[in-house]
């Protein structure tokens, strides 16, 4: 790795890097767990439909982020701590992208950090970032008082406050995001994807293919969940197995990324 502002790799979670929405992926356990509730999951998914269905203005936005905050509300933290470290690599695992994985691992290969990028809650993306052998993360920080989440946002990771972040950590890192490269599915990320000098759409609705046409950005295909389990030994956790497989097959999957996410 050079001395001097060296690039990053900036992905967004869900429906980029797992096929679905975490807290869609979490909510079997949170629901065994007793922290989330039939009817608050219920309430959460109709304000998140309403928002993709109706596009990203401030008050959709508003109301997606009141619902998160009902949501968590009470929540105790050491709690949900315990039911992500049992039931994470169940429900996680299987839904990761192998797509994603690779470019994860060339970026890696290539002396990249990768930086998760995330509006779910700083406690649910930090494991999943450390399953998957990223450098950092930048989510929602909610407000937390005698261990139980007060229901207030700190730092909502969403929307232009997703750019604003990354620039600051560049900034802190050393990350030229002009070199950098960014990963999204959501309309809701071009400022994400503006940020960077390589942006590229995951997946993209109309709306966003419209927006990477209009950007110069890349359209990526990510069609094939896989288990992180199966890049390595069963014995083995996920972080290693990802970081083994790079080293056993790195030249090869850094070669197909090349090939097909056209590399500088």
């Known amino acids: 790795m050079t001395d001097g502002p060296r690039p990053a790799a900036f992905f967004d979670l869900d429906k980029t890097i797992i096929a679905m929405s975490s807290s869609m992926a979490l909510s079997r356990p ?8 039939r009817s608050g999951a219920l309430r959460t998914a109709y304000a998140s439909l309403l928002f993709h269905m109706g596009g990203a203005d401030e008050r959709k ?7 998160l905050s009902e949501l968590i509300s009470g929540w105790d933290v050491a709690q949900l701590k315990e039911i992500l ?11 990761v992208y192998e797509e994603a994985l690779e470019l994860i691992r060339a970026h890696h290969n290539l002396g990249r950090d990768v930086i998760i990028v995330s509006a779910s809650a700083r406690e649910v993306v930090e494991p999943i970032a450390e399953l998957l052998g990223a450098e950092g993360v930048i989510a929602t920080t909610m407000t937390v008082e005698d261990g139980r989440f007060t229901g207030g946002i700190a730092f909502y990771a969403f929307g232009e406050n997703k750019a604003t972040a990354m620039r600051e950590l560049a900034a802190e890192r050393g990350y030229d995001l002009t070199r950098s490269y960014a990963y999204s599915d959501s309309i809701t990320d071009i400022p994400m994807l503006l940020a960077v000098g390589n942006g590229y759409a995951v997946n993209p609705d109309r709306a966003m293919r419209r927006a990477a046409n209009e950007n110069g950005w890349g359209i990526l295909r990510f069609r094939k969940p896989v288990a992180l389990r199966s890049t390595a030994s069963p014995t083995s956790v996920a972080v290693v197995a990802v970081l083994v497989a790079s080293v056993v097959v790195g030249g090869v999957l850094i070669a197909r990324a090349l090939r097909r996410r056209r590399f500088e």
């Open 61 to 67: 936005t508003n109301r997606l982020r009141d619902a």
């Open 85 to 95: 470290d049992e039931t994470l690599h169940e429900y996680i695992d299987p839904v």
């Open 30 to 37: 949170l629901l065994d767990g007793g922290l989330l509730t």
